[in-house]
Nanobody, 126 residues
Framework: QVQLVESGGGLVQAGGSLRLSCTASGRTFSSSAMGWFRQAPGKEREFVANINWSGDRKYYADSMKGRFTISRDNAKNTVYLEMNKLEPEDTAVYSC???????????????????WGQGTQVTVSS
């Protein structure tokens, strides 16, 4: 059974930082793109960032550029999201996702991903 498990969420003050982790089990995703999405209450799921299989291609949503950093450790089957200068508008459930096979297209929409974690809550207080 394939599982993606996120951790690292929590409550932080505006301007603070958090580091999210997403560890996969059940299969390896070392040749697949992985991504982070978030969903705030009453809003649609929103793309945050993605990363290719080797980690040398990364793409961020405009509002996250310069604040968030995505990385991965294939030996640990884990993808990370370092979040700095957090704002109350970043409050959401953050979920990681993985594509099932290699594609040159990393994917910025939920439909392009095949596996999902359950999400971790990030709350930023003002």
């Amino acid at each position: 059974q394939v599982q993606l498990v996120e951790s690292g969420g929590g409550l932080v003050q505006a301007g603070g930082s958090l580091r999210l982790s997403c560890t996969a089990s059940g299969r390896t995703f070392s040749s697949s793109a992985m991504g982070w999405f978030r969903q705030a209450p009453g809003k649609e799921r929103e793309f945050v960032a993605n990363i290719n299989w080797s980690g040398d291609r990364k793409y961020y949503a405009d509002s996250m550029k310069g604040r968030f950093t995505i990385s991965r450790d294939n030996a640990k089957n884990t993808v990370y999201l370092e979040m700095n200068k957090l704002e109350p508008e970043d409050t959401a459930v953050y979920s990681c996702a993985a594509r099932s096979r290699y594609s040159i297209v990393l994917g910025t929409t939920p439909e392009q991903y095949d596996y999902w974690g359950q999400g971790t809550q990030v709350t930023v207080s003002s």
